[in-house]
């Protein structure tokens, strides 16, 4: 099993950066594909980024791509999201994910563990 604890969240102006970062325990963190979500008030989660056990492969949703930079760091358990030029829409409750096997995933029901959740609100 893989537990995992987010943080980093916060208050932002737009335009400035937030970095998140997700602990993981347990000793499957590097065999596990991450991905990070977020979710708004009666929306569904939303895939925002993911990346491949090794690191070397990253998918991005097209809302964030060239803003928001996803990496871990396997030698720490740690997952990251480096989130640039944030925007008010990017408020939301943001969540890191796991799955094992090989293949990155944009759906939420396709990983098995999930984070608590760190606020991002980001104003205008």
């Known amino acids: 099993q893989v537990q995992l604890v987010e943080s980093g969240g916060g208050l932002v102006q737009a335009g400035g950066s937030l970095k998140l970062s997700c602990a993981a325990s347990?000793?499957?963190?590097?065999?596990?594909?991450m991905g990070w979500f977020r979710r708004t008030p009666g929306a569904e989660r939303e895939f925002v980024a993911g990346i491949s056990r090794s690191g070397d492969n990253t998918y991005y949703a097209d809302s964030v791509k060239g803003r928001f930079t996803i990496s871990r760091d396997n030698a720490k358990n740690t997952a990251y999201l480096q989130m640039n030029s944030l925007k008010p829409e990017d408020t939301a409750v943001y969540y890191c994910a796991a799955r094992g096997g090989f293949r990155l995933a944009t759906r939420a029901y396709d990983y098995d563990y999930w984070g608590q959740g760190t606020q991002v609100s980001v104003s205008s």
């Open positions: 347990g000793r499957t963190f590097s065999s596990s594909v």
